[in-house]
């Protein structure tokens, strides 16, 4: 077809299982299957986008009627779309200590339910853990000839547990996901961790309001990175004009301490061996000591923004890929754990995260902790729980002065444009001045 | 409406199930959506969908095992693996999948004019962006959507249900300078959606929240909008109306039956025959004959929501709340209309800070309640007028303690996804500058 300038299709097929032990009842376990395509063609203006279900591969007559069918709707579109030359290639994907796929369900559900178990203690009362794991094979192929072809496997499971006392409910939650196998033996302790932090949190208060002086652990921090910075540069909301960085390569934002970066083919739970346009995946340093260097792209926003690195491009099974990230994480620095709460001498430490969000046009971001703990004099003294931080992309960076010495990554979900992917964030610990903390407490 | 499209598969697989358990279930979706996506103000993107699915359960001395596919050819598979599930599950008490009944007579949510077509969905973002015209604003991106689904719902009862719906979205983002403006539709018949006032609000809030004013910390009287309202509410407060929450112990609302969870003005009911929101259905996602369910009324707790599994267990009755997410998705409790009603009055008066959006209200504690958001195009608002902006504070509460403080209703409500609100009137809330 002569008006096709290209095409991909990005076909995956594969098995979800799952395992749902709430209160020692198993609610569910057991397997689902998933056949899912997507065509995109680009033919005289934008983008003509086909979504199948239960894709059957085809060639010949069948498949050009597929491509006919999705010039038609490129045809009701107006933008000309240009692609970027992108270097292709696919990396290995990392090798499994052991296959989950090979773990009977049996196995599974009794190594879940006794990490579910553990979380079960006096005070507590209610246990849940629930077990997933997707394995996906993911065929791409496009109209310059490019073809990969991989297997993937993600798999782990989170255990919740509810504390209560007079009226009032707490939770402690653990989660363990990874691309490394099979991850339920050995975990009972999870559990116990889930239980005693439910506890504790009956006794935490709620932390009063304001500009505080922070630190935060490296899984927040590293939500940090990827509600404040991460989802700004990327290179589609450059393109459309709804992020606060468009226009600001080069322009200092942060002190030099702060380098943030993203890299799919850093082998943690974001990893893609190549990304959802057939592209090779590499790292992109977003902020280099304080900078805005390279924004995250794909093929088209390449060409529409430049300043930055494609390969950035990621999809749900059966979705039309858009520029997202990985693996986000701010770089460590030099400072020990010690150095970084006596700096803070009197403020707030926040631990872990119940997510986030932000409005990249308007530069403001808020995201939560799952709870903190004061700092008084450098140590660390009351508990509180519910304790949010919101700042200005433009302005909060340059808060951030002193950057742990040893990075850790936490694996995630990130949510855009209605679609779901795996992710991990991670930071060292950081200390941040002038945190706008919330919370409700009046002292 | 109750008819039966003959599925002969689906027919073959209850057989074939019915040899090796007690009970089989298929619900079975099939559909087609398009969507045409705005860059800027161009279009830049279309999409068209072809969606099939299935879910199998099967229940086997009170065993209940599950799987689902898109492939209707794997249904042996998919058969295979959900009467493997079974084994592992723990048993429970079982009294039995719906057995056919008379239907209520229901409201449709089928627009037969509604054309799923890409040219459909480009009208809808040209008329989007005549409204957006009206404001000084840079239109960033915007969608129109349009989808047809047939769902059915069979069992070894004998049941055999068989609905359609249509639905239309639409939404558009504008900025100016660093204010973002957004907006919203979406119902089950485009004579229902007004793509020209959705352009027109996107570029207005994009507009009118710049050159925002800063906020004292402090405690203010709040007017939620239904989208800032719905953002709390439906992450928190309807959850905790789930049946398999409570007797879990993870609802704070558990021991509140029969006693005060809001203000005396405040009724909270699931209205699936109710005309107007997409959610109307006379069927739940089990089969159980749908009805009206008043959760609380006139500021008191009534009753929680039970699907089939969760009701058997605990020997109470479902409420017909079985809901599933998508054509593949399983039984869950959930509803149909929510809406939040009561004594509706003039809410825009007295002075008050309006907020129209949070940001972060995902990250509010599900089980608690406790929140601290950001707010998204807040402004004074005096004698129904906005005054000025407010540039960026944050909101913190509870969101149960909230509603004992509700002091007025807004006359009109919106539709959000399947909530149906007013905005809400709070006073005192505890708001914390910068």
Redesign the interface.
């Known amino acids: 077809m002569s008006c096709i300038s290209y095409y991909d299709l990005r076909h995956v097929t594969g098995e979800t299982t799952h395992i749902d032990i709430d209160n020692s009842v198993v609610e569910s376990a057991g397997s689902s299957f998933v056949n899912v395509a997507v065509l995109r063609v680009l033919s005289g203006h934008g983008w003509g986008v086909l979504q199948i279900d239960n894709y059957t591969p085809c060639t010949g007559r069948k498949f050009e009627e597929l491509l006919e069918q999705a010039c038609r709707l490129a045809n009701i579109t107006e933008e000309k779309v240009i692609l970027g030359d992108v270097p292709h290639g696919i990396l290995p994907v990392p090798p499994v200590k052991e296959d989950p796929y090979e773990v009977p369900l049996e196995e599974k559900s009794a190594l879940l339910a006794a990490i579910e178990k553990g979380a079960r203690s006096p005070g507590i009362v209610n246990t849940r853990a629930n077990y997933i794991e997707r394995v996906e094979h993911v065929n791409f192929s496009d109209s310059s000839g490019n073809e990969y072809t991989y297997r993937m496997t993600r798999s782990g499971f989170n255990v919740l547990a509810v504390a209560s006392r007079n009226g009032d409910l707490q939770m402690g939650y653990e989660r363990e996901h990874s691309i490394h196998g099979f991850n339920l033996r050995h975990q009972e302790d999870i559990g116990k961790n889930a239980a005693e932090t439910a506890i504790a949190l009956l006794d935490a208060g709620a932390p009063k309001g304001g500009k505080l002086r922070a630190v935060l652990d490296p899984e927040l921090a590293g939500v940090f990175a990827h509600e404040a910075v991460g989802h700004a540069s990327e290179g589609d909301l450059i393109h459309e004009g709804s992020s606060v960085l468009k226009g600001r390569t080069g322009e200092k934002i942060g002190n030099e301490i702060l380098s943030i970066v993203d890299d799919p083919g850093l082998c943690e739970f974001g990893f893609d061996p190549v990304d959802a346009e057939g592209v090779a995946v590499t790292r992109t340093e977003i902020i280099r000591k304080g900078v805005i260097h390279a924004f995250l792209h794909n093929r088209e926003s390449l060409a529409a923004v430049g300043n930055g690195i494609a390969g950035h491009a990621r999809a749900m099974p059966g979705e039309p890929p858009l520029v997202r990230m990985s693996n986000t994480f701010i770089e460590a620095g030099d400072a020990t754990e010690e150095e970084i709460f006596a700096e803070c001498k009197n403020g707030i430490f926040l631990k872990g995260s119940r997510g986030g969000q932000v409005d990249p046009g308007r530069g403001i971001f808020q995201f939560n902790a799952e709870y903190g703990y004061l700092i008084e004099n450098g140590e660390c003294t009351r508990m509180v729980r519910d304790v949010s931080l919101s700042g200005e992309i433009l302005t909060t960076l340059h808060g951030i002065v002193l950057c742990g010495n040893r990075r850790v990554m936490s694996p995630g979900y990130c949510g855009k444009g209605g679609q779901s992917v795996p992710v991990s964030d991670g930071a060292p610990h950081v200390l941040l001045n002038d945190a706008v903390v919330g919370g409700s407490g009046l002292d | 409406m109750r008819w039966w499209v003959a599925v002969d598969w689906i027919d073959e697989l209850i057989r074939e199930g019915t040899k090796n358990v007690d009970e089989v279930e298929v619900y079975y979706g099939e559909g087609t959506s ?1 969507s ?1 996506d705005l ?2 103000r ?12 299935f879910g199998i359960r099967v229940i086997h001395k009170g065993r ?11 249904w042996r ?2 058969l295979a ?2 009467i ?2 079974a084994k ?3 048993p ?1 008490p079982w009294e039995g999948l719906p057995v056919p009944a008379t239907l209520p007579e229901v409201p449709g949510s089928y627009d037969s004019s509604m054309k799923i077509e ?2 459909c ?2 009208d809808l973002l040209s008329r989007m962006l005549e409204g957006a015209e009206a404001h000084p604003a ?1 239109v ?2 915007g969608s129109a959507g349009l989808s047809r689904v047939e769902v059915t719902l069979a069992n070894s009862n004998g049941v055999r249900y068989t609905d359609r719906h249509t639905g239309v979205s639409l939404s558009l ?1 504008a ?1 100016q300078k ?3 403006g957004y907006e919203f539709d979406h119902a089950w018949s485009l004579a229902m959606v007004d793509p020209v006032t959705v352009g027109e609000r996107a570029t207005f809030f994009a507009k009118s929240s710049s050159e925002g004013v800063d906020i004292e ?1 402090g405690d203010y009287d709040l007017l939620l909008s239904p989208l800032a309202y719905a953002e709390l509410l439906g992450g928190v407060f309807v959850p905790a109306l789930s049946g398999r929450s409570v007797h ?5 609302l558990g ?1 509140f039956l029969g006693k005060s969870v809001a203000c005396e003005q405040v009724s909270m009911y699931d209205a699936p025959h109710m005309p107007g929101p997409g959610g109307c259905t006379a069927w739940d996602a089990e089969g159980t004959p749908t009805r009206r369910t008043d959760f609380v009324r006139d500021g008191v707790l009534q009753c929680f929501a039970y699907d089939l599994k969760t009701a058997y267990r605990y020997g109470k009755a479902s409420t017909a709340s079985a809901v599933r997410g998508g054509s ?1 998705g ?1 039984p869950s409790i959930g509803h149909h209309n929510f809406v939040v009603d009561g004594v509706r009055d003039t809410v825009d008066d007295a002075r008050v800070l309006y907020v129209h959006n949070l ?2 209200a ?4 599900p ?2 309640g ?5 707010l ?1 195009n807040a402004f004074w608002m005096e004698g129904g007028e906005f005054t000025s902006p407010v540039r ?1 504070a ?5 969101v149960f303690d909230l509603h004992h403080g509700i002091a007025g209703m807004s006359r009109k409500s919106r539709t959000i996804g399947s909530l149906v609100l007013p905005s809400i009137k709070i006073n005192q809330q ?1 708001i ?1 500058g ?1």
């Open positions: 398009v045409a860059k800027k161009t279009v830049h993107l279309a999409t068209n969908s072809v969606e099939c699915g209940i095992g599950s799987s689902s596919s898109s492939n209707p050819g794997q598979e998919c693996a959900a493997a599930s592992l599950a723990t429970q890409p040219e969905a480009r840079e960033t991106s983002e900025i660093q204010s973002t910390t879990a112990k993870r609802s704070r021991e593949n399983l940001v972060g995902h990250t509010a504690n089980l608690s406790d929140f601290s958001v950001e998204s960026s944050m909101f913190s509460g509870n505890h914390i910068k």
